[in-house]
């Protein structure tokens, strides 16, 4: 299993568009320490400097030559032609966020036929399934077939066995998932857009994987910033929800120590970390890899 990290940002990305802050300008024009960093962590450097665009997860399975995107970046043409990745042959939509989806249209003439994996539960925020949703706002798209899936429920797609488990992304329904490989029982862990609140049984299908990929968005000093603060304050007080959608840097850890996870990226990262933490490990940067073999 071959992990590329195609984005690694939140919503708004880093650098964000006509951003002026110290971490925005830092990215742009990469000191050589920021360099050594990301060359360290395998980051593509690229004109722009060193980047985190909207979400998105390039998984390649080597045994079946076959590529799964998880999320569609509104980034998708730049990421694929950054890192030089195979198309995908299936997708999965984990929620209905501009951020996650707005990036499917994409796929227009580039493939021919496009598996989308999605849960079949129905949103009341919305009165549809993320995958009703996906279906109903690319029915142009003839190439995408969109395959509800239950969650909890394992389904096989590019040779994989993966399971999406609800997580706790208000006001919205937002999925985490799990992707394992049976023949060499690589696992693969994805947060998901969650706050801290992640299930009890949705923790136990993320648990122990090899690599686990969690939505850290800031670091948790940044919560008295929110105007709902922070949530899910850990026994010193640390908030380990950044108002009520997202983990901070705090939260994703501590569920990375929680889940047992042998290595942890945090991703969905927002510009406002701090210049002097933005761009040190386990944040990720986009294009990191790995190969993932048990
Ligand atoms: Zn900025
Ligand atoms: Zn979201
Ligand atoms: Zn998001």
Redesign the pocket.
């Given at each position: 299993m071959e992990v590329t990290l195609l984005g690694t940002g939140d919503t708004t990305g880093t650098?964000?568009v006509a951003?002026d802050?110290d971490?925005?300008r830092r990215a742009r024009n990469p000191d050589e320490e920021v360099l050594t960093q990301a060359r360290e962590q395998g980051a593509t450097i690229t004109p722009n400097g060193v980047e985190r665009t909207r979400f998105s997860v390039h998984v390649r399975n080597d045994r079946t030559d076959q590529s799964l995107l998880v999320d569609f970046s509104p980034d998708f043409r730049q990421q694929f032609l950054r890192e030089d990745v195979p198309l995908p042959d299936a997708g999965i939509v984990t929620h209905i966020h501009f951020d996650h989806l707005d990036g499917l249209g994409n796929c227009f003439r580039l493939v021919d036929e496009l598996s989308i994996h999605a849960a079949d539960e129905t949103d009341p925020e919305t009165g549809k399934s993320v995958a009703e949703s996906v279906s109903d706002d690319y029915a142009y798209l003839r190439q995408i077939t969109v395959e509800p899936q239950t969650p909890f429920e394992p389904f096989e797609s590019c040779g994989f066995e993966i399971t999406l488990v609800p997580v706790d992304h208000p006001p919205l329904l937002c999925y985490g998932l799990a992707i394992e490989d049976p023949e060499t029982g690589a696992k693969l862990s994805i947060s998901g857009d969650t706050n801290y609140a992640v299930p009890d049984r949705s923790r136990e299908v993320l648990a122990e994987p090899d690599l686990f990929l969690a939505d850290g968005i800031v670091p948790a000093h940044l919560c008295e910033y929110h105007t709902k603060g922070g949530d899910h304050h850990d026994e010193d007080g640390t908030p380990r929800t950044f108002g009520t959608k997202h983990m901070t840097r705090e939260g994703a850890l501590s569920l990375a120590d929680e889940l047992d996870a042998a290595r942890t990226r945090l991703v969905h990262l927002a510009?406002y970390y701090p210049a002097d933490e933005a761009f040190e490990p386990p944040l990720a940067l986009d294009g990191e890899r790995y190969v993932l073999s048990e």
């Open positions: 650098p964000t951003c802050c971490t925005c510009h």
